[in-house]
């Protein structure tokens, strides 16, 4: 099983790992160790690069399959050998965007889940912008700019963001844990990973985070639509 080391280190731009296997239908390699990231709960996956001596390797795209990360390499480079030596380097510049993106929308979801009671029914992110559903049957303009105030005071608040690695027992005694309308963490996973904003959130979560919520920045709502009688989507941007 591939060694995620982001999950307790989201701050590590490179490592030293080896290649396990290859699949060349789709020209990806499998890793025994990473920093990049390969997707879910919404977060897109990092690119990077595979480094060797004689060889640079641009990974476009990464993808978790039953517990291993695969990393896709560009088609214009040739596949490094098995048991080959490389280095692991995420591209630094998006990945901390998405880091503030991710971590933003821990502050939205536990501002409204903690001011209105409202569950997440969704969610998507890219860097520096992203949206969110909930269970929220009026939305107006004048709510909006209250929320918005709200996220921004816990911007402000600098409040650490704290990462463990939990037994699954542990971790459901924890009181709302998983915020979405429906849990999706499948019965096998033996060890949940929560990611907690001191003093507004505690989730279930697999993504990377800023360590303090101020390094999110300013964050503005710029749009809101109604999805449904009780499904309400807020569109939210971070400053550059």
């Avoid at 990049?36 to 390797?57: A, F, N």
């Avoid at 939205?108 to 998507?124: E, Q, S």
């Avoid at 990462?163 to 924890?174: G, N, T």
């Amino acid at each position: 099983m591939t060694e995620l080391a982001y999950q307790l280190d989201s701050y590590l731009q490179s490592i030293e790992a080896r290649v396990a296997a290859l699949d060349t239908e789709t020209h990806a390699v499998q890793l025994d160790r990473t920093v990049i990231y390969p997707g879910g709960g919404g977060q897109p996956h990092d690119t990077g690069l595979l480094e060797t001596p004689s060889q640079t390797y641009p990974v476009i795209k990464a993808k978790k399959i039953g517990g291993e990360a695969w990393h896709y390499l560009s088609p214009e480079t040739p596949l490094p050998a098995v048991g080959n030596a490389v280095t692991v380097r995420v591209d630094w510049p998006r990945r901390y965007q998405l880091m503030r993106t991710h971590t933003a929308m821990h502050i939205l979801c536990g501002v409204i889940y903690r001011d209105f009671g409202a569950h997440v029914t969704g969610g998507d992110m890219d860097p520096l912008k992203g949206r969110m559903d909930f269970e929220f049957e009026n939305l107006s303009r004048d709510l909006i700019s209250v929320i918005e105030e709200a996220v921004n005071r816990e911007v402000e608040a600098a409040r650490d963001v704290r990462v463990r690695i939990l037994p699954r027992e542990e971790a459901f005694q924890i009181p709302d844990l998983i915020r979405t309308k429906i849990n999706l963490l499948p019965p096998e996973i033996a060890e949940i990973r929560t990611v907690e904003l001191v003093g507004l959130d505690l989730q279930a979560d697999g993504g990377t985070h800023v360590a303090n919520t101020r390094e999110v920045g300013r964050m503005r709502i710029v749009d809101y639509k109604s999805k449904g009688k009780i499904n309400k989507r807020i569109y939210v941007e971070m400053e550059d």
